[in-house]
């Protein structure tokens, strides 16, 4: 899949930019397991702007994702808003780039790809530990009732999410960015 748009027009003057609105069909993300399945295509509004060194995309996308409660394993539908942020150079251009600076390339024919960047982009704010519900009680884990249903007299509290290591892990990663 992909979303390709022409940026030929930019190239006339530095920071000239232009708005390119649109919408992007995905397919399921499995992470770790977690599968969460798009109801609809992901919208996006993003401006292109000419930065010198190469395009600038930025902007936003809203997706709406279907996946199971992490505690319940009902469907929990979920409303993802993230930040496009994307950088396309021109072949041959992209030495002169600082080493952390990720760059896609522009095509021969002056277009680009916006769906990598919306794609990924959207991806990372799929949250580890989805719920249907910020109450969500969970299933028991002694006598398997679906808590939310009927109360059970286990007294156990909800277990501790198989993600909840994970998201330790992404919060060191943003540590050391
Ligand atoms: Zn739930
Ligand atoms: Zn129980």
């Known amino acids: 899949m992909s979303y390709r748009t022409s940026v030929r027009g930019l190239f006339d003057a530095l920071a000239s930019s232009r708005t390119v609105t649109g919408e992007i069909e995905a397919a399921d993300v499995d992470l770790g397991g977690q599968v969460f399945h798009f109801?609809?295509?992901i919208s996006f509004e993003v401006t292109l702007t000419n930065a010198g060194t190469g395009i600038v995309a930025q902007g936003t996308a809203t997706a709406n994702v279907v996946t199971p409660c992490s505690?319940?394993?009902c469907d929990a539908r979920?409303?993802?808003e993230a930040e496009i942020d994307g950088f396309y150079v021109l072949p041959g251009h992209d030495a002169d780039?600082?080493?952390e600076q990720e760059?896609?390339?522009i095509a021969e024919d002056h277009s680009i790809d916006l769906e990598p960047a919306i794609l990924a982009d959207v991806v990372v704010e799929l949250p580890f530990a989805p719920l249907h519900?910020?109450?969500c009680k969970g299933i028991c884990p002694?006598?398997?009732k679906d808590r939310n249903l009927e109360p059970c007299a286990c007294g156990q509290e909800a277990p501790a999410s198989p993600f909840a290591a994970l998201q330790g892990l992404k919060m060191e990663e943003d540590d050391e960015a």
């Open 39 to 41: 109801e609809g295509p």
């Open 142 to 144: 002694v006598c398997g």
């Open 97 to 99: 780039l600082p080493e």
């Open 133 to 135: 519900d910020e109450a």
């Open 78 to 80: 979920l409303t993802v």
């Open 103 to 105: 760059a896609e390339l």
């Open 71 to 73: 505690r319940c394993l």
